[in-house]
Nanobody, 126 residues
């Protein structure tokens, strides 16, 4: 079982940056997959980035590649999402999610993830 809490959302102008953080409290000793998703009003939830705790490997959606970076914080229980060159189309509710059933390959399909945070809003104005 994993409990997740996001923080760091806010409002920024186009071209600006924000950093989201996700503190994940786990009740298992096994490493697992983490991911950031986002959902804009009227749109489907999109997998933005993934992180394998065991390997430190990452993957990104094409829409954010080169602008967003996912990384582990100083403590092993924190996952960060650095977002640069933000655009109005990045406006969405951002969620952190965990998939305790996987360790090495972390996909971006929301159906793979059983545990979700409450979300944090990111708004980018033009």
């Amino acid at each position: 079982q994993v409990h997740l809490v996001e923080s760091g959302g806010g409002s920024v102008q186009a071209g600006g940056s924000l950093r989201l953080s996700c503190v994940h409290y786990r009740y298992t000793y096994r490493d697992y997959c983490l991911a950031w998703f986002r959902q804009a009003p009227g749109k489907e939830r999109e997998g933005v980035a993934t992180f394998s705790i065991a390997l430190g490997s990452t993957s990104y959606a094409d829409s954010v590649k080169g602008r967003f970076t996912v990384s582990q914080g100083n403590g092993k229980n924190t996952l960060n999402l650095q977002m640069n060159s933000l655009q109005p189309e990045d406006t969405a509710m951002y969620y952190c999610a965990a998939d305790p059933s996987r360790t090495y390959y972390c996909g971006r399909d929301e159906d793979d993830y059983n545990y979700w945070g409450q979300g944090t809003q990111v708004t980018v104005s033009s």
